[in-house]
T-cell receptor, first 109, second 113 residues
Framework: GQNIDQPTEMTATEGAIVQINCTYQ??????LFWYQQHAGEAPTFLSY??LDGLEEKGRFSSFLSRSKGYSYLLLKELQMKDSASYLC??????????WGAGTKLIIKP | DGGITQSPKYLFRKEGQNVTLSCEQN?????MYWYRQDPGQGLRLIYY???????QKGDIAEGYSVSREKKESFPLTVTSAQKNPTAFYLC????????????FGPGTRLTVL
């Protein structure tokens, strides 16, 4: 079967750095997406990785290792507004998105 | 103003009633999707459409129906056959190129009493 694993919840301090991991087992791979979702709102797109390595976008970076079936989202200089759920999704062999359950990130002052 | 609209934001229905959720987009995207989100679970695909007058079942299509008569619109009907309809429903759109990013509407929270 297809599976995406992420930690359920993480806590970090304002101004710090946090890494949210995602491991996947899917039938085929056509890229990995990270989305941010604030409570009660829709997911918003953060990043897309299809090749191995690190993609940097301001305070957010995303890393992919296809051989390990592993990705992480790195958030730097955390702000209170970064309190949200972070969703990992993999595009499978049919280009359908398989979604993880999301990681709820709690930022403390 | 470009975007995806879903209405209403909150919807309450009695058990046994059918209800239709609207999704409209002016992004000129060919593909449209309906997802359901339940607490502690990933998004689950209900139906998707890549072209007008054609749509495909997702993983949990039972108890739902859709139509795609116009490129801009992809309404979802939750029928009385759906056993647990209370959920957050999200509509998304994308291009049809390989791994095009999906963009989401604001969602409709349906509560069946």
């Amino acid at each position: 079967g297809q599976n995406i694993d992420q930690p359920t919840e993480m806590t970090a301090t304002e101004g710090a750095i946090v890494q949210i991991n995602c491991t996947y087992q899917t039938s085929g791979f056509n890229g990995l997406f990270w989305y941010q979702q604030h409570a009660g709102e829709a997911p918003t797109f953060l990043s897309y990785n299809v090749l191995d390595g690190l993609e940097e976008k301001g305070r957010f970076s995303s890393f992919l290792s296809r051989s390990k079936g592993y990705s992480y989202l790195l958030l730097k200089e955390l702000q209170m507004k970064d309190s949200a759920s972070y969703l990992c999704a993999v595009s499978d062999s049919n280009y359908q998105l398989i979604w993880g359950a999301g990681t709820k990130l709690i930022i403390k002052p | 103003d470009g975007g995806i609209t879903q209405s209403p934001k909150y919807l309450f229905r009695k058990e046994g009633q059918n209800v239709t959720l609207s999704c409209e987009q002016n992004l000129n995207h060919d593909a449209m999707y309906w997802y359901r989100q339940d607490p502690g679970q990933g998004l689950r695909l209900i139906y998707y459409s890549q072209i007008v007058n054609d749509f495909q079942k997702g993983d949990i299509a039972e108890g739902y129906s859709v139509s795609r008569e116009k490129k801009e619109s992809f309404p979802l009907t939750v029928t009385s056959a759906q056993k647990n309809p209370t959920a957050f429903y999200l509509c998304a759109t994308s291009g049809v190129r390989e791994a095009d990013t999906q963009y989401f509407g604001p969602g409709t929270r349906l509560t069946v009493l």
